[in-house]
T-cell receptor, first 112, second 114 residues
Framework: DADVTQTPRNRITKTGKRIMLECSQT?????MYWYRQDPGLGLQLIYYSFDVKDINKGEISDGYSVSRQAQAKFSLSLESAIPNQTALYFC???????????FGPGTRLLVL | DAKTTQPPSMDCAEGRAANLPCNHS???????VYWYRQIHSQGPQYIIHGLKNNETNEMASLIITEDRKSSTLILPHATLRDTAVYYCIVRAVRGSGNTGKLIFGQGTTLQVKP
């Protein structure tokens, strides 16, 4: 079984809809991250969490919110989706004190 | 974190060694060199990292020059499944204000050909 899972893997939604992307990990890591990737570009950090009570904005947090329900779960919400949020979204985890990040398979989101 | 420079693309014959260079001339003493790769539309995958000594694991070898201003990732026997974008990332460990964010540049697109 994969250590970092994301659901759904693909999602099509309409402008203005609220959607949630979920990430779960079985690695026991403290830290979790949400990134987005636009075609042909690198990853941009949306939000990150160093533990359940420590959530921080990344470089492109506008239009997004997150919830760290437990050490193993980190959800990303788009309160009112817009077309320029169409992208590939990745969740990642890392262990405190170690910089290596482990990524999920990604969620492909299309906002019409 | 120091900036890195990589060639945009490279080709390699299947079964041959793939040598991917990275320049990081402004690297600081407390910064490590990390390599990740991303196979088309999949999540980035950690490959290897090092500080100043050469490193080897089951996936690859990392050769860092003595002055640490450049490094080379070596895939000893490239296969078609190694076709991916390879990212060289330099970052400090446990730096103050360290968000843990990885800065993925444009990377090198490695095409392994039969």
């Amino acid at each position: 079984d994969a250590d970092v899972t994301q659901t759904p893997r693909n999602r099509i939604t309409k402008t203005g809809k609220r959607i949630m992307l979920e990430c779960s990990q079985t690695k026991g890591h403290d830290r979790m991250y949400w990134y987005r990737q636009d075609p042909g570009l690198g990853l941009q950090l949306i939000y990150y969490s160093f533990d359940v009570k420590d959530i921080n904005k990344g470089e492109i947090s506008d239009g997004y919110s997150v919830s760290r329900q437990a050490q193993a779960k980190f959800s990303l919400s788009l309160e009112s989706a817009i077309p320029n949020q169409t992208a590939l979204y990745f969740c990642a985890t890392s262990e405190q004190g170690r910089e290596t990040q482990y990524f999920g398979p990604g969620t492909r989101l299309l906002v019409l | 974190d120091a900036k890195t420079t990589q060639p945009p693309s490279m080709d390699c014959a299947e079964g041959r060694a793939a040598n991917l260079p990275c320049n990081h001339s402004t690297i600081s003493g407390n910064e490590y060199v990390y390599w990740y790769r991303q196979i088309h539309s999949q999540g980035p995958q950690y490959i290897i990292h090092g500080l100043k000594n050469n490193e080897t694991n089951e996936m690859a070898s990392l050769i860092i020059t003595e002055d640490r201003k450049s490094s080379t990732l070596i895939l000893p026997h490239a296969t078609l499944r190694d076709t991916a974008v390879y990212y060289c990332i330099v970052r400090a460990v446990r730096g103050s204000g360290n968000t843990g964010k990885l800065i993925f540049g444009q990377g090198t697109t490695l095409q392994v050909k039969p």
